[in-house]
């Protein structure tokens, strides 16, 4: 069984250990976080500490605090046996001291308080120094989630852009599409179906010859005409952006 | 049971073609159409024809072609007893012929030949003149689908803006997320859950609450590697406006 120490006691740290709660293959030993409200909403069998003096002995440490604070944290950990990991899409491997085994162990996905996460259905990106601390990453990946893939600091930095692009990104144009309907007193429950529709049809055919809308058939009535409703500025400055990188993806594909 | 005519022959008039078949409570009795290879792709043992001359008897005319078109081939349905609606979100009820008794019936849907459709779960967006109109279209409408919403042509236009943030906007976001993985040489697939998960919460839970990322931290460093990371101007001015936007957004609610 692999032993676990936790740093953070944020989102991350939160849903990691839930997912590491009652696992057959894992155990977290201890939590380390300086929030001592949050960190009372671990387990309280857990030992828990709001230093790093304290470090007990692991076979990974799991760093799961900002992408800013990282550097510093991970400077109470120069001196471990364990491999310490942070859980960064952004942040190269090498933030983490060179004294150390180190790796990354980065949960790919929308990460928050209140919604529950089915973490076997969570991609884990890996990245280690070593084919052992490969290993050790992969067996705590397995034991948590389905799906785990190794990938080199650039390729976790384009995945994480990648990911502002389909989460972020796509959540605002969301909103907007729900301060849309409020203003024009229409449900925004009547977007639903269109909305998971559209996630369904990207997640299981080729994105590209899904388009369909103004844009693309450079319906430039409508376009005109969307653009005249839209009295936002930032929310026009979008439409035509948008409306004019798919016209271009769209020129190329002929 | 209500009588129709069909007036298309592509991916809408299929659509309702097929979720309209084996109906009890819906009989298409006659497709018009000028394609004939594509009015061959209709049941056998419907009657078809590709002139407007032939019209038969119906209690409903739909008429699911281009927005380009709707005002020419309704001129064909000037004396015609029946309703006649078409199904365009962006046109106004106005464009169909004063003379008759018109209407709209707009399924608010990305609607692809490849992709079958669960009708029951798209919603209707019905418009018309009369009581006894809307009567027959919400009867129409609830035939096949569980949401049926009245409208009137501007609400329906909004809806359909916002369908385009929804729906078109948030394809190219994915296709844009495709390319930057496929150019890291990693999987697409590795975003799907995202994908998923973060259409999933839009449709369960308020949209403004559920932003996360770089942009709505401030996260400067971040969104300038981003930027950088960037190759294709279009994107990066797509990644702008869009970080741009989300800030002021939240700005706004603090």
Redesign the interface.
């Known amino acids: 069984m692999l032993s676990i120490v936790l740093i953070g006691t944020g989102n991350v740290a939160q849903q990691l250990h839930a997912a590491m709660s009652n696992n057959k293959g894992v155990k977290i030993i201890q939590v380390i976080g300086r929030d001592k409200k949050k960190l009372a909403l671990f387990n309280n069998s857990l030992k828990t500490a709001t230093d790093f003096e304290s470090i007990s002995d692991a076979d990974i440490y799991i760093i799961a605090v900002n992408?800013d604070s990282i550097t510093t944290v991970s400077q109470y950990f120069k001196n471990i046996s364990g491999l310490v990991v942070h859980t960064s899409g952004?942040m190269p491997l090498a933030v983490l001291p060179k004294s150390v085994r180190r790796g990354v162990f980065y949960p790919?996905?929308?990460?928050?308080k209140?919604?529950k996460?089915d973490f076997s259905?969570?991609?884990i990106?890996i990245e280690a120094e070593k084919s052992e601390d490969y290993e050790l990453l992969r067996e705590l990946a397995n034991a948590i989630s389905d799906?785990v893939?190794i990938?080199t600091s650039?390729?976790r930095?384009?995945?994480h852009?990648?990911?502002?692009?389909?989460?972020?990104?796509?959540?605002?144009?969301?909103?907007?599409?729900?301060q849309?309907?409020n203003?024009?007193?229409?449900?925004?429950t009547?977007?639903?179906?269109?909305?998971?529709?559209?996630?369904?049809?990207?997640?299981e055919?080729p994105?590209?010859?899904?388009?369909?809308?103004?844009?693309?058939r450079n319906?430039k009535l409508?376009i005109k005409?969307?653009l005249a409703?839209?009295n936002n500025k930032?929310?026009r400055?979008?439409?035509s952006?948008?409306s004019?990188?798919?016209q271009?993806?769209h020129e190329k594909k002929l």
């Open positions: 992408d952004s790919l996905q929308t990460i928050s209140d919604r996460i259905k969570v991609p990106c799906q893939q990938m650039d390729q930095k384009s995945v852009l990648a990911a502002v692009f389909v989460n972020n990104f796509t959540n605002h144009l969301y909103h907007i599409g729900n849309i309907c203003e024009a007193g229409v449900p925004f009547i977007l639903k179906q269109l909305i998971l529709e559209t996630a369904k049809k990207a997640a055919s994105v590209l010859n899904a388009q369909t809308g103004p844009a693309v319906d409508t005409e969307h409703l839209l930032d929310y400055d979008i439409y952006v948008l004019n990188s798919i271009k993806t």
